[in-house]
């Protein structure tokens, strides 16, 4: 699952309850069309084993919230937009930082903003919703972006001089989830009103935030370095 998309539409798996909900989104992407949905199911077991590009996530299955099953998707590579009507800031801050790609409100979904979302999501792109704005204009300290711990330690071995590989092998990740998680404090910054589109930006604006010590930069020695097979610092 999660496979990087080459050829053809976007395939998308929907883990949905209600019938009604389902039926409209199969009328959204059906083909011709950039997005196919290609599984539909009314648990997460469900469409587990099926090869899609986007998984798409209703939080309320069956009477029961899964907002503690998003980091267990994410953490096996599944790209995962979140679509539920239970916007509140508090639970969009939650899936994001479980690693969801974005979440989009039932309440004002359309096609297109629905097409664009999982577009961009399956490219690995940086991805920003009205409930996702709302939760970061809203949260703690808007002008101090609150990071995830794997954001946090995603910056800061990248800041290490580490390659986004490199910082995936060492979080046990994948590298496109890196990618990810540094979009996604860019995303913050720029939400807050601090945009920062470089690497030597955004290094500032978590030294000034206190998200990252100046002492904890230090250039990575990769393993192979330090057994003499390569130089220090090399990796990028």
């Not at 986004?164 to 979009?183: C, F, H, L, N, P």
């Amino acid at each position: 699952m999660g496979q990087q998309h080459l050829a053809g539409p976007v395939t998308v798996a929907l883990v949905e309850d209600h019938q009604v909900v389902v039926d409209g989104v199969r009328s959204w992407f059906s083909p011709p069309g950039p997005v196919c949905l290609v599984a539909q199911g009314s648990t997460i077991e469900s469409v587990r084993d099926v090869a899609a590009d986007v998984l798409m996530l209703d939080l309320n299955l069956n009477g029961t919230l899964v907002v503690d099953r998003v980091a267990e998707l994410c953490g096996g590579g599944q790209r995962v937009i979140v679509f539920s009507e239970h916007e509140e800031p508090e639970i969009v801050r939650a899936v994001l930082d479980a690693g969801a790609s974005a979440f989009i409100g039932k309440g004002r979904a359309t096609r297109e903003s629905c097409l664009e979302t999982i577009l961009e999501v399956a490219a690995d792109k940086p991805s920003m919703t009205p409930p996702m704005a709302q939760a970061i204009a809203t949260d703690e300290g808007p002008h101090r972006p609150q990071l995830s711990d794997k954001e946090r330690a995603a910056l800061l071995f990248w800041f290490q001089s580490m390659s986004k590989a490199s910082v995936a092998a060492r979080m046990g990740i994948k590298e496109r989830t890196v990618r990810q998680y540094i979009d996604r404090a860019r995303v913050k910054y720029a939400a807050a009103g601090r945009p920062a589109p470089t690497k030597e930006k955004l290094l500032i604006c978590a030294i000034q935030d206190g998200l990252v010590r100046p002492d904890e930069v230090t250039v990575y020695t990769s393993l192979a370095a330090r057994s003499g097979g390569e130089p220090r610092g090399q990796e990028r």
